[in-house]
């Protein structure tokens, strides 16, 4: 049955806006940031809204939810955040109501062809609910504090000894990967600068400190550099439901190049960078964000700059199909998988808030 209407509490919808407003303005410093700052809201909401069963505060977190989605569509991170808790609420409403048992959550073909699930309204009042959705997510808490970590332990099956690595920009597993495995292995790494806003450098910069041969070049070069290279490593924004990239500019011509000399493509990335929704060519102020021309050409060019319009996007797409390999905090998977891994992670209903 369905309960009263719940509204959040003024402390917490006060926590809202600040971070609603932290979206608007890009006043943060990576996904993780994102992501777990959402959570925390969410838990708060869990467990200081006066709600009685699963359908209401699946509600209020879809109203909630949308907010903090529509503030910037472009960081994924949050709705999928949002998303998985909407999952881990379903999953431990279930397992109360004795429909699932514990660890055997995935639907099976023939329930999900009858839509066995969709009758439930996620109505009845059930005790423990409350502690058994906490307790799932702290451990998603868990699972994003320690991604990063998990992903720098598989380092040194990927990454072998007199080996030529080539990335480009700046990504924080990236270099924490090639770190981690320069410790126990001797390999040269080339930066590509990644113009217009060359954080390559400052990438380089830092691997170089590390004792790591580095070599910086501009992005004209990785074509030409290629055929020399034993694979590249990259980070990226965003892994789309196709298993394709939301990564940096500048990332499709270089995963073009190396599939054209035939170099495994490597990408670094926490599963909860992962979303269920895909590239749609009519909906691309949803998928990317545009930086100031002046990083391209100088404002002080005004006679050039009165006949040209400059577009300076800060994503690229690169197709699935040039990706070899995702190193995951989970392990490593293809992008055939990511289907599968969507499905674990997000109930289908759950995909458009």
Known sequence: ????????????????????????????????????????????????????????????IRKEGKC????????????????????????????????????????????????????????????????????????????????????????????????????AGKSRSVESFLKTAAKKRKFQVIVAESAPFYNGQEMAKSLALNGIETTVIPDSSIFSIMSRVNKVILGTHSVMANGGLKAFSGSHALALAAKHYSVPLIVCVPVFKLTPQYLCSHDQDAFNCFASPEDVMTFGEGKILSDVQIINPVFDYVPPELVTL???????????????????????????L
């Open 1 to 60: 049955m369905k309960g009263r209407k719940v509204e959040v509490s003024i402390e917490i919808k006060r926590d809202i806006e600040v971070f609603i407003e932290e979206l608007r303005f890009r006043k943060f410093s990576d996904s993780a940031y994102l992501a777990k700052t959402t959570l925390d809201l969410l838990k708060r909401i869990i467990s200081d809204s006066d709600w009685t069963n699963a359908s209401d505060l699946m509600e209020i």
């Open 326 to 352: 995702f190193v995951l905090n989970i392990g490593g998977n293809s992008p055939t998988y990511i289907y599968r891994l969507l499905s674990e992670l997000y109930h289908p209903n759950d995909y458009v």
């Open 68 to 167: 903090l989605i529509e503030a910037n569509p472009v960081e994924t991170a949050v709705g999928n955040v949002i998303k998985r808790v909407l999952k881990i609420i379903r999953d431990e409403y279930l397992i109360l109501r004795g429909k699932h048992a514990e660890g055997d959550l995935q639907e099976s073909l023939q329930n999900m062809w009858l839509a066995e699930g969709q009758t439930d309204d996620y109505g009845d009042i059930l005790p423990n609910l409350k502690e058994q959705i906490v307790e799932g997510i702290d451990e998603l808490s868990r699972e994003i504090d320690t991604s990063a970590d998990n992903i720098v332990a598989q380092a040194l099956e990927h990454i072998h000894s007199d080996e030529l690595i080539m990335t």
